[in-house]
């Protein structure tokens, strides 16, 4: 048996082929400006009706105009939705064929659904920079440091989220069963995690639900990262929570993956 | 010398149902083998487990002394790979399609480039390198398909019905492309088709049905052993025309519409049996074995149930 492979040369091969596969993704998505252009409006959307809106109703959370509260939230939505549902555009390309190609491409299976990860973390950072950047609008002064800490809060919450939308197609082999269970589980997801209300005013059995929600933590880690102190855990348990999903996932789809 | 590719005992199952079944294949370098066979003969599943799309149930697939299990990304390099099914990315340049396969098999930046430009000239594809897939006819996607397959300069080309789906005149050109990458490169090709005129580019010719292998041998053997091509004619007086051609010795029978007449050549008689036949004949026309004839013919002559 023949097995020269040198690890070292397995690991740059490998880190190469999955920013190929990004960069090929990107380039696909780039193609359809249209969808993008969709994705912003409905954020925007988001932003004025909900946080705007709610703003004269409710007034100020722990000293924080709500819109600027719900804000880091809103941009989580917008992160965990795009970023589950790259399992899904996923599965319609393995579905459509596409993937065969790259399946039997010299370099290991996961590359493929961690490439798609890199390229879903991509997109979402610069998006996530784009809506950060209208934070003043709503009366949330940005400093370099929480800008930096903010961003990098929400690309590392859509790399998590990615892969939990591509484990989800690796178990699901079926694109259209896929969507339905996408689609069920996004409004708990997304709802029941504090993203547009706080954890602390909720009644216990709410509260308790939420805490089992991984994106509760992601939020709280936006949120924190951009006002400091008045989060709903603790910073590390934040971090701690997604990087301990991640490796779980990762591992899920390395196993469903094979070699 | 290593074989190109080597399958023994392959098992191949979909849950209950036994795609490839205990088949046994193996070729030399430079051959090129096409298996035929029906739809769910298990033709795909051979290919797949071949390419290591597929991991086989039982049995051991090498490519080039390749295990194709324990060893997938060596045995991977040596393979171009052609589907069934158009994989292009159809949002993408022809160049870009190009691009990404070679850097991921491996090709340096340089190395790509070039590769890239010698296949776009191969292939008289260089004028359309930044046009988007989705514009360019089936025919000429195919083309960008074969040519991308031999980016990473593969040994063995495996495809998978590779003209499904083409208009004739499609065909036509990725048979002469294929034909001619043999006489250049002197590759190990096998492929899948439907088609018994396709077939006729191979060295050696596999039919498999319910997963095995019924008949194998060169297309020459195959005709000769079948002698199934026929002579249809139709004349003025058949009753006559049947006596004076089997008194000259052909193989005659009397069908509804005329005479049949089977012979290894039928083009290559038609002047003679003209003539010999005597009464005027109406029509000639000539029948070769179809890939039904032919499955037909060896799976009873197998013994199959």
């Known amino acids: 048996m023949s097995t020269i492979t ?30 993008l252009l969709g994705q912003a409006v409905q954020i ?11 703003d004269h109703m409710i007034g100020a959370v722990g000293g924080i105009a709500f819109s600027a509260y719900v804000f880091p939230g809103i941009i989580a939505i917008q992160v965990v939705t795009l970023g589950v549902s790259a399992g899904l555009s996923y599965a319609w390309d393995r579905e459509h064929g596409l993937l065969r190609e790259l399946l039997v491409a010299p370099v290991p299976r996961i590359c493929l659904p961690l490439g798609k990860v890199a390229a879903t973390s991509t997109l979402l950072a610069a998006q996530s920079i784009i809506m950060l950047l209208f934070a003043p609008l709503l009366g949330l002064s940005l400093t370099p440091v929480s800008f930096l800490a903010a961003t990098l ?29 996408t689609q069920l589980a996004m409004y708990p997801l997304l709802f029941l995690s504090g993203s547009v209300f706080r954890v602390q005013d909720t009644p216990t059995w709410l509260a308790t639900a939420i ?16 006002f400091g102190g008045i989060g709903s855990s603790a910073m590390w348990l934040d971090c701690a929570v997604l990087i301990i999903l991640v490796i ?6 390395r196993l469903r993956m094979g070699r | 010398m290593v074989n190109a590719f ?49 991991r086989p149930a039982a049995g051991a697939v090498q490519v080039f002394g390749h295990n194709v299990t324990t060893d997938p990304l060596l045995a991977r390099r040596q393979i171009g790979l052609l589907f069934q099914e158009r994989v292009l990315d159809t949002e993408l340049s022809v160049r870009q399609n190009l691009w990404f396969h070679a850097r991921l098999f491996g090709l340096s930046r340089h190395r790509a480039q070039q590769r890239i430009d010698e296949l776009l000239g191969l292939f008289e594809l260089s004028q359309r390198r930044d046009q988007i897939v989705s514009e360019l006819s089936g025919g000429l996607a195919r083309r960008v398909e074969i040519a991308r397959a031999l980016l990473h300069k593969p040994r063995l080309l495996i495809l998978d019905e590779p003209t499904t789906a083409l208009d004739p005149e499609a065909r ?56 199934s091509s026929q002579l249809l004619l139709s004349t003025q007086d058949d009753e006559a025309a049947l006596r004076r051609l089997i008194a000259a010795g052909f193989d005659v029978v009397m069908e509804s519409g005329g005479l049949a007449i089977r012979c290894a050549e ?35 002559g197998s013994g199959q149930k």
């Open chain 2, 6 to 54: 080597e399958v023994t005992d392959l098992l191949v199952r979909y849950g209950t149902v036994t795609a490839v079944d205990h088949l046994s294949v193996s070729s030399p370098p430079g051959r090129i083998t096409a298996v035929l066979g029906p739809n769910g003969a298990g033709k795909s599943s051979l290919l797949k487990a071949l390419s290591t799309a597929l």
């Open chain 1, 153 to 181: 809060s929400f690309t590392a919450s859509a790399a998590v989220f990615s892969a939990l939308g591509l484990f989800l197609a690796m178990v699901i082999r079926q694109a259209q069963t896929l969507q339905s269970v």
């Open chain 1, 6 to 35: 040198q690890p070292q040369h397995t690991l740059r091969s490998s880190t190469m082929a999955i920013l190929l596969i990004a960069h090929r993704d990107l380039l696909r998505q780039a193609r359809h400006p249209g969808v």
């Open chain 1, 211 to 226: 805490q089992l929600n991984p994106m509760t933590y992601s939020v709280d880690l936006a949120r924190q990262a951009l």
């Open chain 2, 172 to 227: 036509h050109t990725v048979w002469n492309d294929l034909r001619r990458l043999r006489r250049e490169l002197g590759m190990t090709v096998l492929y899948s088709t439907h088609y018994m005129d396709e077939a006729e580019f191979a060295d050696e010719i596999l039919i498999i049905h319910n997963g095995q292998v019924v008949h194998h041998g060169s297309p020459a053997q195959m005709k000769t052993r079948l002698n």
């Open chain 1, 44 to 54: 925007a959307f988001f932003v004025l009706v909900y946080a705007v809106g709610f």
């Open chain 2, 266 to 300: 039928p083009e290559k008689q038609i002047a003679l049996v003209v003539q010999v036949a005597v009464v005027p004949v109406l029509t000639v026309s000539v029948h070769h074995p179809s890939m039904a004839d032919v499955y037909l013919a060896t799976t009873a």
């Open chain 1, 248 to 253: 779980i996932l990762s591992m899920g789809i």
